[in-house]
């Protein structure tokens, strides 16, 4: 029950957390992605993909690794390798 509990208010968080957050989000060039946007007071990452207008948000990405994307010259290969499926993940 206690661990019922314990995934519930972190889902509650998350989701808060998540609606608060405002993006700027900024257009990539990439095959994949179409705009991304980091918070760094929430560490909060959101990915668009090009395909969807849906907006993936990652929680607790570190600014390293927003930065890495950005830096990366082929921005799908480093979010596949280095963000997809390596954070809580909620799509809005």
Same mark, same amino acid.
């Given at each position: 029950m206690k661990?019922? /509990?314990l995934a519930l208010a972190f889902l509650l968080l998350? $989701? =808060?957390a998540a609606a /608060? $957050? *405002?993006f700027d989000m900024q257009p990539v060039k990439s095959s994949l992605l179409n705009k991304v946007g980091y918070d760094p007071e929430t560490k909060? =990452? %959101?990915v668009q993909?090009? +395909?969807s207008s849906d907006v993936y948000l990652y929680q607790d990405v570190p600014q390293s $690794?927003? *930065?890495?994307l =950005? %830096? %990366?010259d082929s921005k799908g290969s480093y +979010?596949?390798?280095n963000i997809k499926g390596k954070y809580p993940t909620e799509r809005k």
């Open positions: 661990k019922i /509990a998350f $989701v =808060l /608060a $957050v *405002d909060v =990452l %959101a993909m090009n +395909y $690794v927003f *930065d890495g =950005l %830096a %990366a +979010y596949v390798k």
